[in-house]
């Protein structure tokens, strides 16, 4: 969901690089084309965030057991809420998306979907994302799932995106619920470990949006979007970027007691080497040196990636857990 995070699409890997569809010369090539601009309304590349933080945190909640039928089940189900909310995102956004070069290609900028359509295919997935996870897991990651599409786009599509430089910070939230939603399904309740690993992903938004908005700012200034890197200067923005990657390593290492051994020496090691790359980047700005923000985009991937996968090594093994040696 997005948990991700960029703009007009949180989560996971590299911006964007839509393609044309197919010519319509023939019967199967207009079918193909439509279907393929449906697809690209889901924005499936940002739904990574789903297999990236949904099946750590289902494996940390059920740890020592792995139930691939609920995991595979909770993945179908978030992927559809995941869908609808990037298609709602992209029915509100289609004005500024035919402004910005990056988002020029999706289906409402180019006007190969109808926006009526758009708008129902959104709402039909909604729907079925929430009927799907109350059938196979439980009422609560259902409705987990429909505050999330509720909040991605009425709150940070409507609202925050256009208003403020705080968009990603505060609608980042949706790109969070994820790990809520896969706790939600294994255990049918919430507790702290899932809201610490919500706040991983919480404070990882930040650095690893506005990285990807150094590079592209010309395009937010045109579209009118105030994201931060184009209301102030590159060495407040890197600044920013520094202290949210310190709160999301420190975020990592509150879910050391609860964890093994594996996650641990996993959680140190990744943390220092984000943090290598954020302070370099700062470190260049101030020196007035030349930077590639899209280093530190693509690390902030490769990093939250690495500890995801620590996690869920770590909660297969069962290891026993640092707090239990307290």
Same mark, same amino acid.
């Given at each position: 969901?997005?948990?991700?995070?960029?703009?007009?699409?949180?989560?996971?890997?590299?911006?964007? $690089?839509?393609?044309?569809?197919?010519?319509? =010369?023939?019967? !199967?090539?207009? &079918?193909?084309?439509?279907?393929?601009?449906?697809?690209?309304?889901?924005?499936?590349?940002?739904? #990574?965030?789903?297999?990236?933080?949904? &099946?750590?945190?289902?494996?940390?909640?059920?740890?020592?057991?792995?139930?691939?039928?609920?995991?595979?089940?909770?993945?179908?189900?978030?992927?559809?809420?995941?869908?609808?909310?990037?298609?709602?995102?992209?029915?509100? =956004?289609?004005? &500024? =998306?035919?402004?910005?070069?990056?988002?020029?290609?999706?289906?409402?900028?180019?006007?190969?979907?109808?926006?009526?359509? $758009?708008?129902?295919?959104?709402?039909?997935?909604?729907?079925?994302?929430?009927?799907?996870?109350?059938?196979?897991?439980?009422?609560?990651?259902?409705?987990?799932?429909?505050?999330?599409?509720?909040?991605?786009?009425?709150?940070?599509?409507?609202?925050?995106?256009?208003?403020?430089?705080?968009?990603?910070?505060?609608?980042?939230?949706?790109?969070?619920?994820?790990?809520?939603?896969?706790?939600?399904?294994?255990?049918?309740?919430?507790?702290?470990?899932?809201?610490?690993?919500?706040?991983?992903?919480?404070?990882?938004? %930040?650095?690893?949006? !506005? $990285?990807?908005?150094?590079?592209?700012?010309?395009?937010?200034?045109?579209?009118?979007?105030?994201?931060? %890197?184009?209301?102030?200067? #590159?060495?407040?923005?890197?600044?920013?970027?520094?202290?949210?990657?310190? $709160?999301?390593?420190?975020?990592?290492?509150? &879910?050391?007691?609860?964890?093994?051994?594996?996650?641990?020496?996993?959680?140190?090691?990744?943390?220092?080497?984000?943090?290598?790359?954020?302070?370099?980047?700062?470190?260049?700005?101030?020196?007035?040196?030349?930077?590639?923000?899209?280093?530190?985009?693509?690390?902030?991937?490769?990093?939250?990636?690495?500890?995801?996968?620590?996690?869920?090594? =770590?909660?297969?093994?069962?290891?026993?857990?640092?707090?239990?040696?307290?």
């Amino acid at each position: 969901m997005r948990a991700g995070q960029r703009p007009g699409g949180h989560g996971f890997g590299a911006p964007e $690089a839509p393609s044309a569809p197919p010519r319509p =010369d023939t019967a !199967w090539g207009r &079918i193909s084309g439509t279907v393929l601009a449906y697809i690209a309304l889901t924005k499936p590349r940002v739904i #990574e965030l789903l297999l990236v933080a949904t &099946i750590p945190a289902m494996l940390f909640a059920d740890r020592g057991h792995v139930d691939i039928v609920l995991i595979l089940s909770t993945l179908f189900g978030g992927w559809m809420g995941a869908a609808s909310a990037n298609s709602l995102n992209c029915v509100v =956004d289609a004005d &500024i =998306d035919k402004v910005m070069k990056r988002t020029a290609l999706r289906p409402l900028a180019r006007q190969t979907v109808p926006t009526r359509n $758009a708008f129902v295919f959104g709402v039909l997935l909604g729907v079925a994302s929430f009927a799907w996870l109350w059938w196979r897991a439980n009422l609560l990651s259902g409705l987990l799932v429909v505050a999330t599409i509720a909040f991605y786009v009425l709150v940070y599509t409507m609202v925050l995106k256009r208003r403020t430089w705080q968009n990603v910070v505060w609608g980042g939230a949706a790109g969070c619920m994820p790990v809520m939603v896969g706790w939600a399904a294994v255990t049918g309740s919430l507790s702290w470990e899932p809201v610490v690993l919500f706040l991983v992903v919480f404070f990882w938004t %930040p650095p690893h949006t !506005w $990285a990807l908005a150094m590079r592209y700012k010309e395009d937010y200034k045109a579209a009118g979007v105030p994201m931060l %890197p184009v209301i102030a200067t #590159e060495q407040h923005v890197t600044k920013q970027i520094l202290l949210y990657t310190w $709160a999301t390593v420190i975020a990592t290492l509150v &879910i050391v007691p609860a964890a093994g051994v594996v996650y641990a020496v996993v959680a140190i090691l990744a943390g220092a080497w984000f943090l290598f790359v954020a302070h370099q980047l700062y470190n260049s700005v101030r020196g007035g040196a030349s930077v590639k923000p899209l280093k530190l985009f693509l690390q902030s991937n490769n990093y939250l990636a690495v500890v995801c996968l620590g996690l869920a090594v =770590d909660s297969v093994l069962a290891l026993p857990t640092i707090g239990s040696y307290f």
